[in-house]
């Protein structure tokens, strides 16, 4: 039996290479391509089983719809990631996700149409002002450039399926997190930990912000989930519908790493960080998905990797 081939845009990024290997390991043939250089020995650890280093346009689609046909999924994880980046520097941010997108979208009308394509969006277009937990229909005010983007990047994708009847659908991830990523929060606390001795973390915020955090191991799994629906759903939260907040997280990483460290708050909140982003996750559950890493046991992880990786 033919492997079924899956392309993901973006695929050197964190998600995306989890989300290889995650592919890979339920056998399907998996293609990545973007920014980076990546010998075959470390991608092929993430279960790719060919690396394009290139921009995402119709040449380097189309020189890979070549070499390996048609794919049956594109997992479409290329743009910008970060809101502080993209408040810095908005029109590269603007680049890496909307042009990006618009390229793509357009060469699968063309040269694919049969393709699903599953576009990677984020809790930031729905923006602030929210205490419980965010259902999709939902209609969103982001206020940072990142935010602003992953919305046209949506409003994209909604365009060519309705004008054309495309088979693309979204996922708007909350706080994914796990072993690997280096930088946001986890990532921070840890650098401040490893050079603090036994004394005390700064951290920004008052620490009562709250987040969903979601495995990058379960959001693998949701994503997988969103391919094989029968009915590709238009707009997916991805989360576990579980809030916790900045200080918990950060208890929870001191106390895994040890010693005596004390974690305290400036009490300024950062520019484009709301109060509380929780998913209402009930389109999720009605796939199959349930997260299975709790946030303790996926703490440890990350702290036990961080360590690792030091030494």
Not at 16 to 30: D, E, F, I, K
Not at 86 to 98: A, K, L, M, N
Request: aromatic letters at 10%; one cysteine or more.
């Amino acid at each position: 039996m033919t492997q079924q081939v899956i392309w993901i845009t973006g695929g050197k990024g964190f998600i995306g290479r989890n989300l290889g290997q995650y592919l890979a390991g339920l056998s399907y043939s998996v293609f990545g391509l973007g920014h980076g250089l990546w010998a075959r020995e470390d991608y092929s650890q993430w279960g790719y089983e060919n690396w394009l280093n290139v921009e995402i346009d119709f040449v380097s689609l189309s020189q890979l719809l070549s070499n390996v046909g048609p794919p049956e999924v594109i997992f479409h994880l290329a743009g910008g990631a970060a809101v502080g980046a993209s408040i810095h520097h908005p029109y590269e941010d603007f680049q890496r996700t909307v042009d990006t997108t618009a390229r793509l979208l357009e060469w699968v009308r063309k040269n694919s149409p049969d393709t699903k394509v599953i576009g990677i969006s984020s809790a930031a277009v729905y923006g602030a002002g929210f205490t419980c937990p965010i259902s999709e229909q939902t209609q969103g005010a982001p206020f940072s450039p990142y935010g602003f983007h992953k919305v046209m990047l949506e409003a994209l994708f909604a365009s060519y399926r309705i004008t054309y009847g495309l088979k693309f659908g979204i996922a708007r991830l909350f706080s994914v997190y796990g072993p690997g990523l280096e930088k946001q929060l986890l990532w921070d606390i840890c650098q401040k930990l490893g050079g603090s001795g036994d004394g005390e973390v700064l951290l920004q915020g008052t620490g009562q912000e709250l987040r969903d955090w979601l495995h990058v191991s379960d959001a693998c799994d949701l994503l997988w989930r969103i391919a094989k629906a029968p009915e590709l759903p238009t707009i997916i939260n991805g989360g576990t519908g579980q809030a916790t907040s900045i200080a918990q997280i950060a208890d929870l990483i001191v106390r895994a790493w040890g010693g005596r460290h004390s974690v305290k708050f400036s009490g300024i909140n950062r520019q484009g960080d709301p109060t509380a982003l929780i998913a209402d996750i009930t389109k999720a559950h009605e796939l199959g998905f349930s997260p299975k890493t709790s946030i303790h046991t996926g703490i440890i992880e990350v702290v036990r990797w961080y360590r690792e990786r030091q030494h």
